[in-house]
């Protein structure tokens, strides 16, 4: 869902730690998202069950999903006691997520060893998960009811597979208020060194609890537009952030731009995806002199096709509590 | 805190399933008095045989128990109740919510219905402690049950949900288990007879029906779920489970779904 800024960018004068912030907006959209924790014996083979279930989950329109691990997890932070993993789940609607969940549970989280799966975010719509998947069991699955440490009763599954059981909590839950879309352009001189300022601004920019950076390291280089020219095409390339169609009308490139590298940003709140825009922001315009970061810019779609509106503008004050 | 106060041993049984906090707390204490418990034509009222002190809180203590007392804190829907003192039957049956606390010894059926709240007897139970009375489809449906020191035979027949800890149990117990979980430091012969779903841990048991199969030893995810919740309530229960386990699959007479981890 990487959006594409609808005109050139106007000369502006907003500045960040002496990088150029394009007085433009992120342009996001409302999304389902969930959350799960799963846990595994030994912190290695909990995070190849995530990396696998978050694989092919980039953008909703090819992939039905957008995901990525959110928190790595000790295993006080767990229900059962293991080391564990927090991923998040998005679609573009409860039907959709509940497809795309039930499937990638069922075929990276019950196949991978040792791993136990547990709603990992309390919500008002139910996705019923462990009670999908129990069929899998076919019949020998057995539903128990333990209390969590708050004393509210969760019901599991639990299905009968080669290494002992597959452990799967009956429903999780989605969320409202969940965004897809914010974004951030880092437009640069050289690819390594913007490779580097993107880099630093997905650190930040996923430190914040709640959000994920579903593309390739958090990082997207094939950012897009609104349909194309070729008929029937959704999306194409996003062909005014292009450095070798510069020159062009419509290119909206600097002459010393040679790259331009985007982060796209997923939250289970609205709140989320500003603040981890705010965090990506900064830390690329804290190292952006010295990495040859020419500017600073965010994608919409004119501001029609998604409610939430992220003005950079807003977000070049430090987060609260960071001040100074 | 309200107070019944036993005068004397009743002179029949007593019937304590209209006495709770909340029913209590909007009478009088001449009304309270008035309150027929009795269970014959004699018309025994709560103030022949107690002294009644109220003061509107949602927690009741009857000083004084006697295993004449029956369904005391039955269908209690919240609050506390404790019992200094021993119970008669069917304490605590079909209780939704609340606590339920008896420092003595409680008769048969303790819990039977039960769908929440916690009750613990902290002497022992009698026959079917969490069991089904007769006719009845289920034994405790959901509330967690905890006797400290024996329960008689059939502890948690046909028990549907919830939890029972018990420090020893009789023959038979988790007979007909629907499901749920009950853990005990030991149980007499033939444990989870005729069980269909459930779970039952034990450090120790009688003789064990042929119809339960060993499975051998497994660390499930599901047994820290457990350890955890027990712990919670019984550290000596919850150490079962830090013990290497056997597991037994049964009743396969029946369904088949249910499972006795024996502690080594």
Redesign the interface.
């Known amino acids: 869902m990487s959006g594409v800024t609808s005109e050139p960018h106007p000369m502006s004068d907003l500045t960040l730690n002496g990088i150029r912030v394009i007085d433009t907006f992120a342009e996001a959209f409302d999304v389902a998202g969930t959350a799960i924790v799963v846990?595994n014996d030994t912190p290695k083979w909990a995070m190849i069950a995530a990396t696998t279930m978050t694989g092919f989950a980039t953008s909703v329109i090819g992939c039905g999903a957008e995901a990525g691990i959110d928190a790595i997890l000790s295993p006080d932070q767990t229900?059962?006691?293991?080391p564990g993993v927090r991923i998040l789940l998005f679609g573009f609607e409860p039907n959709g997520l509940k497809d795309q969940l039930i499937k990638r549970v069922g075929q990276c989280i019950l196949t991978c060893p040792g791993t136990?799966c547990y709603a990992g975010v309390d919500g008002p719509n139910k996705i019923k998960l462990g009670g999908a998947i129990r069929y899998f069991g076919d019949g020998?699955a057995?539903?128990?009811?333990?209390?969590d440490?708050t004393g509210k009763e969760r019901r599991?599954w639990?299905i009968p597979v080669m290494d002992?059981?597959f452990?799967c909590e009956d429903s999780v839950r989605a969320v409202e208020g969940a965004v897809g879309g914010g974004n951030l352009l880092f437009l640069g001189r050289t690819h390594a060194e913007t490779l580097k300022v993107a880099e630093f601004a997905v650190e930040a920019a996923s430190s914040i609890p709640g959000a994920i950076l579903p593309f390739p390291g958090g990082i997207v280089r094939s950012g897009s537009k609104v349909g194309g020219r070729t008929k029937g095409m959704m999306a194409s390339t996003n062909d005014a952030y292009c450095p070798t169609l510069k020159g062009r009308a419509g290119s909206a490139l600097p002459p010393e731009c040679g790259v331009v590298l985007e982060i796209v940003i997923d939250a289970l709140t609205s709140q989320g995806v500003s603040d981890s825009m705010r965090a990506g922001l900064h830390a690329a315009t804290e190292v952006g002199e010295r990495h040859g970061l020419i500017a600073v810019t965010a994608g919409n779609y004119g501001g029609n096709l998604g409610r939430h509106h992220y003005h950079l503008r807003d977000l070049l004050a430090p987060a609260a509590g960071q001040e100074g | 805190m309200s107070t019944l106060t036993l005068r004397e041993a009743p002179p029949e049984r007593l019937d304590f399933l209209s006495i709770s906090p909340l029913a209590l707390s909007g009478l009088t204490q001449a009304e309270a008095e008035r309150l027929e418990i009795g269970t014959s034509r004699r018309g025994v009222k709560l103030g022949d045989c107690f002294a009644v002190s109220l003061d509107g809180s949602d927690s009741l203590t009857i000083e004084g128990g006697h295993e004449r007392l029956d369904r005391v804190g039955a269908s209690l829907s919240g609050g506390t109740i404790r019992v200094v003192g021993d119970v008669g039957q069917r304490l605590g049956a079909g209780m939704a919510s609340g606590t339920l606390t008896v420092t003595g010894h409680a008769g048969p059926y303790a819990g039977s219905g039960a769908t929440g709240g916690t009750i613990t007897i902290e002497g022992d139970a009698g026959d079917y402690a969490g069991g089904a009375v007769y006719a009845a489809k289920a034994g405790l449906d959901g509330a967690t049950l905890i006797v400290r020191g024996r329960a008689g035979a059939h502890c948690g027949d046909r028990m549907r949900?919830g939890l029972i800890l018990v420090g020893q149990a009789g023959a038979h117990a988790g007979a007909r288990m629907i499901?749920g979980?009950i853990a005990a430091l030991e149980v007499g012969d033939l444990p989870g007879y005729g069980m269909r779903?459930g779970?039952l841990v034990t450090g120790k048991h009688g003789t064990l029906s042929p119809t339960f199969v060993e499975t051998g030893s497994?660390?499930?995810?599901?047994l820290?779920?457990?350890g955890?919740?027990l712990r919670?309530v019984s550290e000596a229960h919850a150490a079962l489970l830090d013990r290497p386990l056997r597991r037994y699959s049964g009743d396969l007479a029946t369904l088949a779904?249910g499972?006795i981890w024996v502690a080594g």
């Open positions: 846990t229900p059962d006691g293991r136990a020998f057995i539903a128990k009811r333990v209390p440490e599991y639990r002992g059981e452990l | 949900r499901a979980t779903r779970t497994h660390d499930l995810v599901f820290r779920l457990l955890k919740h919670a779904k499972e």
